[in-house]
Structure formats: C-alpha cells, structure tokens
C-alpha cells in the first residue's frame, strides 16, 4: 500500500513511543508514567484528523460526513470486531466466571458503542486490579471516537460559515473557537482533578455524584475533560497553515528538542507520582499530563522541519511499529491479563507478553486492517453493514457470556457469581432504616430486644455482615452495619485514607453510635491494607505503630460510651484469588503453608494486641486463622465450598461460617 504525501514517518515514530510507554506501563515495569502515552495518541490524532479534514476541505470546497464516518468506521471497527470476540471466547476457558468473565461482558456491548469511558467512570484507573477486566483499555478508544463524532459536526458548520463570511473573520473566529474549547476543557480537567472535593457540591455535578462518579475520575474519563488533548493537536495543524509558521519552523529543532524534553519530563515526574492529592483525594498528574500533552504538540510542529529528531524517531523499526500501533494497542491487554491470571508474573513473561503484542498487531495489521481497506471487493461494503455486522457480533457474544459464566460459576464453585459476594447489606432492606447523613444502615432485628448490636469497619465488614446479622440475632439483639469500603473505622482526623468522604463518613458513624447506643460494638478494619505502603515521611515500621496508635485514639474516644468493644481482624490472606485464579483450566483453590499466611498479617496483628491493652471495656481479639487453618495449611475452600470471595475478603458461605466464632465473641462482651 503507497504512502500519500503528506504521509510523515515523524508522526508514525511517536505513535509507536506511545504505544510502548503504554505497554511499558500496562505491564508492570515499573515505568509508572507510561500511561500518558495515551495522551501522546490524543494530541497525534488530533492533528492527523484535523490535516486530512483540512486537506479535503481545501481540494473540494466542501466536506464528505458520509465519507468521513465511513473511513473511521473501516480503520477502526473491523480490528475492534476481532478482538473482542476473540477476547470473550478466550476469556470463557481461561478467565474466573467470578471476576473477567462478568467484566467481559459488560464491556462488550460498551465496546460495541463505543461508551468504555462510561462504564469505567465509577472506578479509579489506577486502583483497577489488571486481572479484572481484559477490555477496559477501550476507554481510551471510546474517548478518541466520541471526538470523531463531534469533530465533522464542527467542520459542517466552518465549511457554511466560511461560505458567508469574509475570509479574515471567518479565520478569527476559527482560531477563537479552537482556543476557546482548549481553554474551557483545560480549566475543566484541572479544576476536576484538583479542587473535586468543592466541584462535587456544585448543582451541575451532582447526578454524577448519584452515580458514584467523582470529580477525579471524570477527569480522567470524560470526553469534555479529555478535548483540550485533542484540540492540541488540531491547533498545530492550523498554525502549520499560516505563512508565520514557515519562519517559526526554521527553529524546528528548538521546538522539537524542547517538546522531547518536556514529554521526558513528564513521564518520568509521572513514574514517581502517577496521582497526586489534591485536597485529601488523588487524580491524576496534572502537570506531568500538561508537559507529555504540549510537548507531543511542539514534536508534531517542530519535526516538520527538524531533520536530527525526525531522523531519531523515522527509523525503520518505529514507523512500523507506529504503523501498527492500533492492533498492538488492542490487542496487548487482553494478552496480558490472560497470561498473568494462567501464569506466574515475571521478567520473561513480560518480553513474551510484549513481543506477543507486536506479533499479534503485526497479523490484524496485514491480515484483516490492511486488507479491508485496500481490496476492491471489500471497498464496496457499506458503513451500515460494518456496524450491523460488528454490533451483531457483540450482542450474540454477550449472550452466550450472559448464559455460559453462571453455569460455569456454579460447575466451579456451586454459587452463582452474584450470590458469592452479595452480602446481606447489599441486598434490599426488609426493616426500618437509620439514617444520618453518610452513616447509614438496615435494621436487622431480632424476635427479642435486648438491645444493638454494631458492626462498623471497611470491606472486611462489610464481607462479615452475614455472619454478624446471624450471630447477634442469636444473642437476641437488634443489629446495625456501617461499612465503608476503603475507609478503615478511625477517628475523622487519622491519617490513614483520609478523604473527604472517608472523613465525613467516620465523623457521622461516631454521632450515628452516640445516639444507638449499642450494647455491643465490632469493629473490623482491613489493617494490612493501610499499612503495606509506608505513609509520606514514615517509615514502614513507623507506619505500622501509628496505625496502633490511632487504634487506641480511636478506643478512648469510645470509652466515652457505655459499651463493650471488640477488635475483629481480617480473615486469613490467601495468594489464591478465586476471581481470577479459578477457571475451567485451573478449577481448584491452591492451599498455603499456615506459616506463610500467618507472616503475611503477624506483624500488624501484633500491633492491634498490644494497642488494646489498658482499654478494660474491650474484649480479647477475634481472629479467624484457626478456622481455616490447621496446625500446616490452609485452605480458602471448606467441604467443597469457596469461603472466600477474593484473596482476603470472606464470600457470603465464609461469613456464615465464621458466625459461631463472631456469636462467641458477642456473648464473652455482654457477660463483661
């Protein structure tokens, strides 16, 4: 296939940089800043699309909508087609029905319309577990054609208006528009990412906050956050158009030599600090982001005219890559997260993870791309049957995922996916509500009221709930559940996961126990969690005796109740992850020696024992390491049923199981 003209190996160069950094980041190299070679594809296809636009625009006079959405479709759709049914398929033998299959398809009918972003909203990028979804690197492809959906919209409207107004105006406000959404969707990226706890009051943003979507990561996802990018792109390719630029470009290597640097720079700021927080939440790196994002603007102007940097990044072995950077962009994270749920993670399955992708681009490339676009019998196709075809493609492989990953769940572990985890407090509430601001419970009561009984804590309670329903129901008492998944029970001030919210929830559990007053309260924190990075200017060691101490701040503000307290830590940490280690190619749990699980909380556990010592309205510890272990192994399955819904968090089957312990415990602290 013929180069055009106006083809610049440059371009095909830094696609090819980008797409590396993301593989480089993807798997888990530790260059923790790679993710902004996406960023690098926004800009680079800003630019490419707004110069053949301007290009048709100025040869015809007018703009082709239908020709434009038809070459996006046959670029784009065919390549996504065969991944994502390929990627299903795979994903039924190799991945868990408990974790990547449920994922799998819920992406595919995003994938289809092209609204990733969307669905991944609700979730930080990076605290997604990448095992868990084989399809979510689709956001960034969603963003892109959400902006080929409004890009010939405005090219519409340029292409009448520059018919009726004079040339100079029609040019001023050209350039008045295109800095203007830079402007707006900057301010908007900047001001999510750093000020998302005062952008969450506001009127406009507050069905997204229903939908548990920050401000942070709406700036990361949204398509009106991500423009600026984009439009960085087209303003190069506008200033190229004017004759000043011609005299600019004689300094080519002044622009391209400093946007070099500034992409290295932001890069390398983004690997030591991928999130920076911002009024007590994290987002993204926003001036890493704003260095990658104008430096690859500045390579795109200057390497027009710069022969030493065009030359570094022209080689051979980049434009190729650069050609086929989409396939490998597709394809390289569902390679790696079926290779790293069927394998062990390491330095050689990470080269063979990344020539796999280069491979792999390489055959769609020549194979289904290439073709598609070039063959005159496959020219003849029509948009419309691409999408029909595509979009038939994934609903069929959506409901051959919706009817087979149950089954496949309940062959494998005899529960359902969504029974394994759906705790009792996630399920509709059947009595009276409390309700006090963000503490908020069901009412589980008993036949006779012998007073309350409160759970409060993080994940871990909310994964012990069933248990604790059960076994204060037991005891004859009226039950409450607080949890906050990731915000540990503390004070409002203790500086572990200190957010806003996390705030704002603790505080309001404190008022919500003062007016309860419950006889009896567990509390149950994921405390290695919190612990296994040290916090800024600690040591780890340091970190784990503050943790201690703010345990026992916590305790001596309850003293100020009538009531017993007792500590309940986390269940057992297993390796074995039944979301994603259990498949039908590995479909039984691996058990542990009781010294390596043991080691893996001893030390924190250690801490919380001596933290309660002098509180005499706090029981003993309820540790759960003798139910699952003998005095050699343990086991995350007990006669034949998964107790576990992840590596440390109880399914609803080990909630139930653990309630005669959780039921002891309850009856020890009311007899104090």
Sequence with gaps: MTKSSSYRADIQGLRAIAVILVLLFHFETGLRGGYLGVDMFFVISGFVIATSTLREV?????????????????????????????????????????????????????????????????????????????????????????????????????????????????KGIVWASAVGVFMASC????????????????????????????????????????????????????????????????????????????????VAWASRFPEIQHEGNYSTNTSA??????????????????????????????????????????????IWVLLITTFKRTNNMVAFAFLLSLVVGWLQ??????????????????????VGVFGLFALLSFALMSYTTPKIGMHLAARLPGELSMHIIEKPCDGPEFKLETAQSCAYKSTNKKGWAVLVGDSTAKSLSDGFVRASNSQEMNSYVFSFPGCSFQLFDSPFTATDQCVDWRADVFTALQQIQPKVILIANLNSLYVKEPRLGWSPEDTQLIWGSELGRTLSELSRLNTQVVIVQPPPRFNYDLRYDLSLLWPNSIKESR??????????????ENAIVGFDFVGPIVNFTDEFCNADICDPKVSNKFMFEDNDHLSVDGSLFVSAVIERAISEALVR
């Design 187 to 266: 301010w908007l990226f900047l001001i999510c990412s750093k000020y998302g706890s005062r952008i969450n009051d506001y009127w406009w943003f507050r069905p997204l906050s229903e939908w548990n979507i920050t401000p942070e990561h709406f700036a990361f996802y949204s398509p009106f956050t991500r423009a600026w990018e984009f439009v960085v792109g087209v303003l190069v390719a506008l200033l190229l158009r004017i004759k000043i630029a011609s005299h600019m470009l004689k300094a080519g290597s002044v622009f391209t030599l400093s946007g070099a640097m500034l992409v290295w720079l932001g």
């Design 58 to 170: 100025d040869l015809t006079n007018h703009f082709s909508l239908v020709g434009f959405i038809h070459r996006r479709i046959r670029r784009l759709l065919p390549g996504m087609a065969v991944m994502t049914i390929a990627t299903s398929v795979l994903s039924m033998l190799l991945l868990s029905p408990f974790g990547p299959q449920k994922e799998t398809a819920k992406m595919l009918m995003s994938a289809a319309s092209y609204s990733s972003n969307f669905i991944l909203m609700p979730q930080s990028y990076f605290s997604l577990d990448p095992k868990a979804n084989p399809l979510s690197h689709l956001w960034s492809l969603a963003v892109e054609e959400q902006f080929y959906f409004v890009w010939p919209i405005a090219i519409i409207m340029f292409v009448v208006l520059r018919k009726r107004v004079h040339a100079q105006l029609f």
């Design 289 to 334: 982001t704003l260095a990658v994002v104008m430096g690859t603007g500045l390579l795109i102007f200057g390497g027009l005219n710069d022969k030493l940097v065009r030359r570094l990044i022209s080689v051979r072995p980049l434009t190729l890559i650069g050609d086929y950077s989409y396939s490998i962009y597709l394809w390289h994270w569902p």
């Design 365 to 386: 490339y020549r194979l289904i791309e290439e073709p598609i676009r070039s063959r005159r019998k496959l020219l003849k196709i029509k948009t419309h049957q691409f």
């Design 595 to 608: 010294v390596a699980v043991v080691s893996r909380r001893e030390k924190i556990n250690e801490i919380e």
